[in-house]
C-alpha cells in the first residue's frame, strides 16, 4: 500500500500505525490549502512577518529566510511552522489581492490568457450582456488602445444588402448612425425620434463622389482645387468666386452643327461658314452664340458676328412652341450715328464737320483736314460719298429750316472731298434753294458726311 495519494500526495493513515491522528490532520491541512486554493501573492521571496493563520503564498524560484529551499512551492502557516506543498502540473489558484487565475505549468505559476476565454457566451464589465448585445459595457468611458504604432476597430457585416455601422442612442432611440446600412455606400443619418431617418450625406464606394441627399449649408469659406483661383479662371468644374469671370470659357467654345437646333443647352457656341443653316444668320455666318434654354420648348438666341470691321452685327430671337422667331439686330454705333439735328441714321464711315474747320470722325476713315476760308473745307484721304442711302445731313432750325446751304465735289485721284457752305437763297429760275454767300457752319453744330465703305 502507497504511503501517499497519486495525485494530491496526501498522507494515508496505515493500520498498523500509532497516532493515527497526526497523519489524518497533515492530510486535512493540505487539503485545507489545497480545496479552493487562494494565495495572497504569486512569486513571493519573502516571508511575512506577521502572517496569519491559514494564509498561503506561492513561492518564486529563489526564496530566502524560512521559505529558502521551497522553490515554487505553496507555504501556508500553520501558526508555529510553514506548511509547504510542492504544486503538480496543472494545479489552480487564485490570487486574492490580484484577483487573478494562475495555474502550475510543471515550471512557474501561468496567468490564465485569452485562449481559455473563447466561445464565451457573452461578456458584461458593469452591467449584464443579453442574447444581442454578448458584449455589453457600463463606463463613463472605454480606451481601445494601440500594442505598437496603431489600431484598427473592425466592424465586418455578411452581404453588402447587411448593416455595419455605429448608431448613437438617446434612451435607447436611436439619434445618428454611420456606416453601410443596407449598402456599400458609407452614409451619416440622423433621427429625431428613431424611426424616421434623413440621410447627411452619402459616399459612393467605387468612385469616393460625395452626395448630400437633403441639401448642404455653408456657413464658413469653400476652399481647394474645386473653386476658382483667380478672376478670370474658366477652368471646368470649378465654384465661381465673388467677381470671377464666370461665363462660359476662355478657349473655342463648342461649334455648332446646326443653329436651328431647339434642344441646344445653355452656353455658348461658335458658328462657322459650314454651319447647317446658316444663312438664317444675320451679316457672316462666321460669330458666336449664346443660348438660353427656359424649358424644353423655349429658348433664346442672341448671335454677334465674329469681325473686326464695321460690319459687326448683333441680333437675337426666340423659340417657342416649335416655331423660331425672325432674327431681330440691335443698331449699334457702329451702324448708326446721331445727326446734327438729333436723329438716329444708319451710318458707314461718317465724318462730322464742326463750325470752326476742325472735323470730328464719328467712325474714323484716316481723313486730313483743312479750312480754306470762311465755309470752305477739305478731307484728304477719303473714299466717295455713299451711293446708298443718305450722304450728308445739314444742321437744321427748331422748325426744321436748313441753316446752312452745302455742295460738295469728289477729286477721285487725290481721294480729296471739297466741301462748301454758304446761306441759302431762293433761286427762283429753277424754283430751287441755292447757295448764297459763303459762311462757317453754325457754332456747336455740324454736318454729318457718309462715305463708302
Not at 48 to 61: D, F, H, M, N
Not at 337 to 353: C, H, W, Y
Given at each position: 500500500m502507497q504511503d501517499v495519494s497519486a495525485r494530491l500526495e496526501l498522507p494515508f493513515i496505515k493500520p498498523s500505525q500509532a497516532q493515527k491522528h497526526?497523519?489524518?490532520?497533515?492530510?486535512i491541512q493540505a487539503l485545507d490549502t489545497l480545496v479552493q486554493a487562494t494565495v495572497e501573492a504569486f512569486d513571493a521571496e519573502t516571508p511575512?512577518?506577521?502572517?496569519?493563520?491559514?494564509?498561503?503564498?506561492?513561492?518564486?524560484?529563489a526564496p530566502t529566510a524560512d521559505w529558502a529551499g521551497f522553490p515554487q512551492h505553496l507555504a501556508t502557516w500553520q501558526g508555529t511552522s510553514w506548511l509547504f506543498l510542492a504544486p503538480g502540473t496543472g494545479w489552480h489558484a487564485i490570487s486574492a489581492t490580484e484577483r487573478s487565475l494562475r495555474f502550475y505549468d510543471g515550471t512557474v505559476w501561468t496567468l490564465l490568457e485569452g485562449g481559455d476565454l473563447n466561445q464565451v457566451n457573452g461578456l458584461g464589465?458593469?452591467?449584464?450582456?443579453?442574447?444581442?448585445?454578448?458584449?455589453?459595457?457600463?463606463?463613463?468611458a472605454s480606451l481601445l488602445n494601440h500594442a505598437g504604432s496603431g489600431h484598427q476597430v473592425k466592424v465586418n457585416k455578411a452581404a453588402a444588402s447587411d448593416t455595419a455601422s455605429l448608431l448613437f442612442q438617446t434612451g435607447f432611440s436611436g439619434r445618428a448612425e454611420m456606416g453601410t446600412a443596407g449598402s456599400d455606400d458609407f452614409e451619416v443619418k440622423v433621427s429625431a425620434d428613431g424611426a424616421t431617418w434623413f440621410s447627411g450625406f452619402r459616399i459612393a464606394p467605387a468612385t469616393g463622389e460625395v452626395t448630400a441627399p437633403n441639401g448642404l449649408s455653408v456657413d464658413g469659406a469653400l476652399t481647394g482645387s474645386a473653386v476658382q483661383s483667380g478672376l478670370t479662371d474658366s477652368t471646368a468644374g470649378r465654384l465661381l468666386t465673388v467677381g470671377?469671370?464666370?461665363v462660359g470659357q476662355t478657349g473655342t467654345p463648342t461649334t455648332l452643327a446646326d443653329v436651328d437646333d431647339a434642344t441646344l443647352p445653355s452656353g455658348f457656341y461658335r458658328t462657322t461658314s459650314t454651319t447647317a443653316n446658316s444663312g438664317t444668320l444675320p451679316g457672316a455666318a462666321f460669330g458666336q452664340l449664346i443660348v438660353m434654354r427656359y424649358s424644353s420648348t423655349i429658348s433664346t438666341q442672341i448671335y454677334v458676328t465674329n469681325s473686326t470691321t464695321a460690319n459687326v452685327r448683333f441680333a437675337f430671337r426666340t423659340h417657342n412652341g416649335g416655331v423660331w422667331s425672325n432674327w431681330r439686330e440691335f443698331w449699334h454705333t457702329d451702324k448708326t450715328?446721331?445727326?446734327?439735328?438729333?436723329?438716329?441714321?444708319?451710318?458707314?464711315?461718317?465724318?462730322?464737320?464742326s463750325h470752326d474747320g476742325t472735323a470730328e470722325p464719328a467712325v474714323p476713315v484716316g481723313a486730313a483736314f483743312s479750312r480754306n476760308g470762311a465755309g470752305s473745307y477739305r478731307l484728304d484721304g477719303v473714299p466717295p460719298l455713299s451711293k446708298a442711302g443718305w450722304q450728308i445731313e445739314v444742321p437744321q432750325d427748331h422748325n426744321g429750316n436748313r441753316l446752312v446751304h452745302v455742295a460738295t465735289s469728289y477729286d477721285v485721284a487725290e481721294r480729296a472731298l471739297a466741301i462748301e457752305t454758304s446761306t441759302i437763297t431762293w433761286d427762283s429760275a429753277r424754283g430751287l434753294w441755292a447757295g448764297g454767300d459763303p459762311v462757317d457752319i453754325p457754332a456747336g453744330r455740324w454736318v454729318d458726311l457718309r462715305f463708302a465703305e
Open positions: 497526526v497523519t489524518h490532520n497533515e492530510a511575512p512577518a506577521l502572517p496569519e493563520i491559514g494564509q498561503t503564498w506561492a513561492l518564486g524560484a464589465i458593469g452591467t449584464n450582456f443579453d442574447a444581442v448585445n454578448k458584449l455589453a459595457v457600463s463606463s463613463d470671377a469671370f464666370g450715328t446721331v445727326d446734327a439735328n438729333g436723329f438716329l441714321k444708319e451710318a458707314s464711315p461718317i465724318v462730322r464737320l
